[in-house]
């Protein structure tokens, strides 16, 4: 829980509602939540699947863990207390673009699922997708794009995901994709078969 250090807040509701944005924009805010290891290949198909949505004329935008360390959260570490922080300011980010109409695609190993689950309420449970890409560490490490297994190993990164941190695998993801099976294409045409087309009213029928 974080300590609100603010007083005499008053939010401020305006004129232009959820559905008005959607509409707007032909498409229904969403949250597409990508959660795996370091190397499972969370980045590579966020960024195959933007690319995609982009062409057919979505509204997409992509948040990336390392890309948001760099600036937003560059003020954080690795421990417990800092990852959740990192994803309650992501929750809190991709929460105000899907209310924008957006289409948000998140990429962060976030690897505790009380957090993902604080995401899913934050967003509301039918506008939240959560997708575990599936990877054991031995392939992680074997792929290991950044060369973090190996700094791990070498004792030169502390709280290390899979090596000297703990990740909770999702409990009932909307899609796990097995990348040690799928190519990224073949992830990419399932994930699209996720995102909600169409207008607001799609979500009638909806659990």
């Known amino acids: 829980m974080v300590e609100k250090k603010s007083s005499n807040i008053h939010k401020t509701e305006g004129e232009v509602s959820f559905q008005d944005r959607c509409d707007n924009l032909g498409q229904i805010g969403q949250v597409l939540w ?12 966020a960024i195959a699947l933007e690319k995609e949505l982009t ?3 979505k509204a997409v935008y992509r948040l990336d863990g390392d890309n ?19 994803i309650r300011r992501v929750a809190e980010v991709a ?15 976030s690897p505790y699922q009380e957090k993902r689950d604080f995401a899913r309420k934050l ?13 054991d560490v031995a392939t992680c490490e074997e792929r290991d794009p950044k060369g973090l297994y ?8 502390e709280d290390f995901t899979g090596v000297s941190a703990p990740y909770e695998e999702p409990e009932d993801p909307e899609l796990v994709l097995d990348t040690e099976e799928l190519s990224v294409s073949e992830c990419v045409e399932r994930v699209k078969n996720l995102v909600v087309p169409g207008s607001l009213t799609n979500f009638d029928n909806l659990s």
């Open 68 to 86: 948001i360390r760099s600036g937003l959260n560059q003020d954080l570490g690795f421990s417990p207390a800092d990852r959740n922080e990192n």
């Open 123 to 135: 967003v509301g449970d039918q506008y939240f997708h959560e997708i575990y890409v599936k990877a």
């Open 150 to 157: 190996e700094k791990a190993r070498r004792g030169e990164i």
């Open 95 to 109: 929460a105000l673009m899907k209310d924008a109409g957006l289409i948000v695609l998140v990429s962060f190993i």
């Open 34 to 45: 990508f959660t795996g290891l370091s190397g499972s290949g969370k980045s590579t198909i």
């Open 55 to 57: 062409a057919q004329g």
